[in-house]
């Protein structure tokens, strides 16, 4: 059975655990310090999940909801479960919480994007409901 944890306080172990996940969704990013970690935490439009299986941290999903002159929209981000427990539902419960804290929220639309080839995540957004759109994201690194 996989519980879901709302991420409340910058903690040393959970700071640990994001430096084992996040790499296996992207090993070229650097992993966040406690700094960062504390500024997600203290964000109001910010949430930080993590994934139970046990008594063992499987995976993490970030959801932040913001308002555009259209909508209310939901971010999902930084989905990852790992590796070895993958397939077993903790993408789904991840996104699932994402959804349902969004609505809480008041969001109205949910977005998320994802690599081409993480073939099984893909599988995952588009069974869960999530359809394909045709865009083009350009993005502009502003400090590294």
């Known amino acids: 059975m996989i519980g879901i944890e709302v991420v409340k306080e910058a903690r040393p172990e959970t700071l640990k ?12 990013l650097p992993v966040p310090t406690m700094e ?3 500024a997600i935490v203290a964000d109001p439009s910010v949430t930080l999940l ?11 999903a970030t959801v932040i909801v913001y308002t555009t002159p ?3 929209k939901a971010r999902i981000d930084e989905v990852v479960v790992d590796e070895a427990s993958r397939g077993q539902g903790a993408g789904t419960a991840l996104v699932n919480a994402c959804l ?6 008041g969001a109205q639309v949910a ?6 080839s993480r073939e099984a995540a893909n599988r995952l957004y588009k069974r869960m ?7 083009n994201l350009y993005r502009m690194v502003l400090r590294a």
């Open 17 to 28: 655990v994001l430096a084992w996940l996040l790499p296996q969704l992207n090993p070229t």
């Open 36 to 38: 960062r970690l504390q």
């Open 50 to 60: 993590l994934a139970w299986d046990r008594r063992d941290i499987v995976g993490t």
């Open 70 to 72: 259209f909508w209310v």
């Open 100 to 105: 349902e804290i969004a609505r809480e929220k």
């Open 111 to 116: 977005e998320l994007q994802s690599r081409v």
């Open 129 to 135: 409901g999530f359809e394909l759109r045709e865009s």
